[in-house]
C-alpha cells in the first residue's frame, strides 16, 4: 500500500481476512494518523512501516501491535508518544523513529527486552537532567 497517497484508512479496513499478514508496508504515503481499530485484527503483523508520511503522534493504537518485531515510524512528525504505548510491543527488536520531532524518549522504552536498535538521530530530543538515563542506557 505504499505510494498511494493515502490520506487515512477506515477503521476495520484490515480486519476482514488479514489475521494470517506478517507485513503491512503504508509508506510514503499522506497519512496524519492511525484512527482507532485501523490495524485491529492485525494479530500475526511482524513488520510495521509507516514512515513517509505526516504521522503526528503514536497513539494507542499500536498497542493491537504486540507482535510486531519491527516499527518503522520514520520520516514523519513525531513529538511525543502516548504514555503506555512502546510497552504494549513486547516482542519489538527494531524501532526507528529517525527524522521526526521527537523532544524526549520515554523511559519504558527501557522494558522493551528484545530491543537491539532504535534510531533516534535527526530529532531535536532535548537532554535535561530527567534524560539522563538515556545517556546510560545508549
Known sequence: MSHNVLTSIEPGAFHCRLGKLHSLDLSHNQL???????????????LLNASHNNLNAISDELAHLANVTIL??????????????????????????????????P????????LTQVTLYNNPIRCTCTDAWLRHWL
Do not use: C, M, W
Not at 82 to 98: C, F
Not at 107 to 114: A, D, G, M, V
Open 107 to 114: 523511559k519504558s522504552i527501557k522494558q522493551l527486552e528484545n
Open 72 to 105: 518503522d515510524l520514520s520520516h514523519n512528525t513525531f513529538t511525543g508518544f502516548d504514555r503506555g504505548v512502546i510497552e504494549q510491543i513486547p516482542h519489538l527488536e527494531r524501532l526507528l523513529l529517525h527524522h521526526n520531532q521527537l523532544r524526549h524518549v
Open 32 to 46: 496524519t494518523s492511525l484512527e482507532a481499530n485501523v490495524l485491529h485484527g492485525l494479530t500475526a503483523l511482524r
